[in-house]
């Protein structure tokens, strides 16, 4: 994907389901044109699932995820299916393609629970439609299509771009929280864990978000955010850091500039802010032996300065005095059972879309684990989480009663 692209975080995702063979890869194709998934007579051919960011009119930038056969058999087919099953946790919209010249089986209506338990916005359609001396007329939910004609495959379409607009809304990242020609400083630091010749993607949409909400971004290194605070004649309405800068951002911006991370403001945009500051008292209550689950929504190369096994471990240490049991997860994994965690430590999730995190973030709350994020750990351990917390006095009282 190319610096430009939208993100996979912010992409709807549209995902396929069905039984082997039911020719669900065959409408995927249809659908977007491309020859994306492998067709094939033989059952199974679909391995394991096959992601594609793409722009599909009328919707704009998706994800279009192709899904092995739910009905897999043996031990590899477990695990294909268990790979089916958890794309659910981030799916915006459901297509379940289902033989029409079989029928519904077992498979396919336990796939139709599932997405009505998880209040899954779907699809049922009934593929190899061409085959049928007579075409039934269609029910809610439900398209009568043929992939090898691309009949009704645009009616397909339409259905699943009424449903993606119904999904999310607009969220903004931090443009609302300034008033035209407002300037906010961001506070990048360029240290070894930086990517090379770019800004990490929290950092690119704070100032994108800013520039459409007729704000003015000024960005600059921590090293020199005291100069880029000199400069302006007015005080800057917000300062946005890096949460590994917090403590010494905190020191130099003025007490009457209220300050926040960019870790802070994803948590508020995607996941659950309150509960993830409610999340950040349990670092207090850490005992030696404690297992801390550490967890990343994208895998990307390890730097020998890394945030999550290196810094976060380190700071944790130096807060609680005790000696932890770190695990880590990156990319699509993260645990259904998250029971023998004391404490769960994600990231800022960038990557993840709403659906997922929120889905993670639920795991947590249903098994009784605390969980946190990045920037919120950090600003609790530096010192400074009630003051990140300034731009929203909502979440701010809280803080009078966690502990």
């Excluded at 659908?31 to 594609?52: C, F, M, R």
């Excluded at 079989?102 to 209506?109: H, K, L, Y």
């Excluded at 008033?179 to 010749?197: F, N, Q």
């Excluded at 993260?334 to 769960?344: E, H, I, K």
Aim: a negative charge.
């Amino acid at each position: 994907m190319s610096l430009n692209a939208t993100p996979s975080g912010e992409r709807v995702h549209i995902a396929f389901f069905g039984r082997r063979n039911a020719g669900k890869s065959s409408v995927v194709n249809a659908v977007t044109g491309q020859n994306l998934a492998i067709v094939s007579e033989v059952k199974g051919t679909t391995t394991d699932p096959v992601y594609k960011a793409m722009e599909l009119l009328p919707m704009g930038p998706v994800m279009v995820i192709d899904t092995p056969g739910i009905d897999d058999e043996g031990a590899l087919g477990e695990l294909r299916v268990r790979k089916t099953r958890q794309v659910l946790n981030k799916t915006d919209v459901a297509v379940l393609v289902v033989d029409a010249a079989e029928g519904m089986r077992e498979a396919d209506e336990e796939l139709l629970a599932l997405f009505r338990a998880k209040h899954l916005p779907y699809v049922l359609v009934w593929n190899k439609s061409d085959l049928l001396e007579q075409i039934p007329d269609a029910a809610e939910h439900t398209v009568w299509v043929s992939a090898r004609t691309s009949a009704g495959i645009h009616d397909l379409k339409e259905k699943i771009a009424h449903l993606a607009a119904q999904e999310e809304p607009e969220r903004s990242l931090c443009g609302d929280l300034f008033r035209t020609g407002e300037t906010g400083v961001l506070v990048v630091p360029i240290d070894s864990a930086a990517p090379k010749g770019r800004l990490i993607l929290p950092q690119q949409q704070a100032i994108r978000d800013m520039l459409e909400h007729g704000a003015i971004p000024v960005v600059t290194r921590e090293t020199e955010l005291p100069t880029a605070l000199a400069m302006l004649h007015t005080p800057p309405r917000l300062v946005i850091t890096d949460s590994q800068a917090f403590e010494r951002v905190s020191r130099d911006t003025p007490d009457n500039v209220p300050l926040t991370s960019f870790s802070i403001l994803m948590a508020r945009m995607k996941g659950d802010l309150p509960q993830q500051v409610a999340g950040a008292a349990a670092i207090d209550r850490l005992r030696d032996g404690d297992r801390v689950l550490i967890s990343e929504g994208c895998t990307h190369h390890r730097q020998c300065d890394d945030i999550g096994t290196v810094k976060l471990p380190r700071w944790l240490h130096e807060h609680t005095r005790a000696q932890l049991d770190y695990h880590w997860t990156s990319g699509t994994e993260f645990p259904d059972d998250v029971t023998a965690y004391r404490l769960v430590i994600h990231c800022g999730a960038c990557m993840l879309n709403p659906r997922e995190i929120r889905y993670r973030l639920q795991c947590c709350a249903d098994q009784g684990v605390p969980v946190t994020n990045y920037g919120v750990a950090i600003a609790h351990m530096k010192g400074v989480l009630r003051r990140s917390l300034a731009p929203f006095p909502e979440v701010a009282r809280l803080l009078d009663h966690t502990k």
